[in-house]
Structures are given as C-alpha cells and as structure tokens.
T-cell receptor, first 114, second 111 residues
Framework: KAGVTQTPRYLIKTRGQQVTLSCSPI?????VSWYQQTPGQGLQFLFE???????NKGNFPGRFSGRQFSNSRSEMNVSTLELGDSALYLC?????????????FGPGTRLTVT | GDSVTQMEGPVTLSEEACLTI???????????LFWYVQYPGEGLQLLLK?????DKGSNKGFEATYRKETTSFHLEKGSVQVSDSAVYFC??????????FGQGTTLQVKP
C-alpha cells in the first residue's frame, strides 16, 4: 500500500507570494492533518480535515488555510508569505474515525521563503 | 493546555549502550501517547504507542510504558545501534487528529 505522498518536495518562494501544497493520504484514510516543523518552534499542528470538513484547527493566522477533496486528498495554502513561514510542512493521514489516532506522515514539503 | 516535555539532547551513546529518553506530559483528559522517529531528510515514522495506563508499547527493540501516576512515557532500548541515530519525538493525542509533540531529542550512536 502506498504511503502518504506530498508534492512538491521542495519549494522556494518570495515574500508576499502565496503557495499551495498538496497531500495524498494512504488509500482508505479519511483524516488528514497538517503540521509545521521549524527549528525554533518544533512541530506545530495546523489543522485537520475529515470528510472535506475542517475538524480541528491550530493556533495559526488566517493566512494559513486548507481544504480536502472528496477523494480525501488535501491541500494547504499560505497567502502573503513571510520569512518566518520557511519550514518543513508535514501531512499525516489516519484511518480511525475515533481514537487512538495513529497518524502516518509523508516526507514533507520544504518551503523556503526569501 | 496539553503539553509534552522531553529531555534535552543531543544524546550521544556508543553502540550497544542502553538508551532512555525521558518524556512527561500534561493533559486535561486521558490521552493516547506515541513515540515517533525522524531520520534525516524524512518525515516522521510511528515507532510505538500506548492508549491506557500501564500499557507497554514496543517495536524494533524500543519500549515505553504509559505511567499515569507519574504522567510519563519514557522511551527505552537495551542495546542501540548506529542505525538508531535519529530524532525522537514524544507526542500525545486526546483522541483527535491533533498531535501535540515534545521538542524532540536527537540521538547519535557512535560505532
């Protein structure tokens, strides 16, 4: 069974631009969560989608948004990029409808903002 | 709010040494606990989990026991290998799609 895939793997953007990252979950998984990883803040939860609905949201500004499609694929968008948005963005998928959530992570998208 | 605290790294060990990485948590409810491992340039891999008090998760020689009385979930391995060199994250989930992670502990194993 294929794992979680994320595209692109690497991205370089300029301040003020916007970016869209894509995540394809493991087949059959309906929950997709997004995380930001930085050396200073560590791993922080962005949001979770289940059946095309945002079910949980972390403490990030409104510039960070996401969506999920009917095939469970998910995208996250960051508008008006700032230098501090440079990070590894990780997507994770999960099968369970309720706990415990075993989340399986993709390799991440490395975003660099210049 | 909920939080996870891990021992600071880096931890440097010789091959075949014993490993313990301390992890304590604060939670309002009764969370599930996890250890994830991240190898250089990769995403996170689930190493083991425990869902209730006194549960012991184990995988690839690593073990951790859910201790509710001390709110701890320490990771242990009896004999580490060079291939175990990675960053280890302790995490909790209150049975939602939100994982709360510790800051990570870097393990370096020397031959």
């Amino acid at each position: 069974k294929a794992g979680v895939t994320q595209t692109p793997r690497y991205l370089i953007k300029t301040r003020g631009q916007q970016v869209t990252l894509s995540c394809s979950p493991i087949s059959g998984h309906r929950s997709v969560s997004w995380y930001q990883q930085t050396p200073g803040q560590g791993l922080q939860f962005l949001f979770e989608y289940f059946s095309e609905t945002q079910r949980n949201k972390g403490n990030f500004p409104g510039r960070f948004s996401g969506r999920q499609f009917s095939n469970s694929r998910s995208e996250m968008n960051v508008s008006t990029l700032e230098l501090g948005d440079s990070a590894l963005y990780l997507c994770a998928s999960s099968l369970q409808l309720a706990g415990p959530y075993e989340q399986y992570f993709g390799p991440g998208t490395r975003l660099t903002v210049t | 709010g909920d939080s996870v605290t891990q021992m600071e790294g880096p931890v440097t060990l010789s091959e075949e040494a014993c490993l313990t990485i301390n992890c304590t948590y604060t939670a309002t409810g009764y969370p599930s606990l996890f250890w994830y491992v991240q190898y250089p340039g990769e995403g996170l891999q689930l190493l083991l989990k425990a869902t209730k008090a006194d549960d012991k998760g184990s995988n690839k020689g690593f073990e951790a026991t859910y201790r509710k009385e001390t709110t701890s979930f320490h990771l242990e391995k009896g004999s580490v290998q060079v291939s175990d060199s990675a960053v280890y994250f302790c995490a909790l989930s209150e049975d939602t799609g939100k994982l709360i992670f510790g800051q990570g502990t870097t393990l370096q194993v020397k031959p």
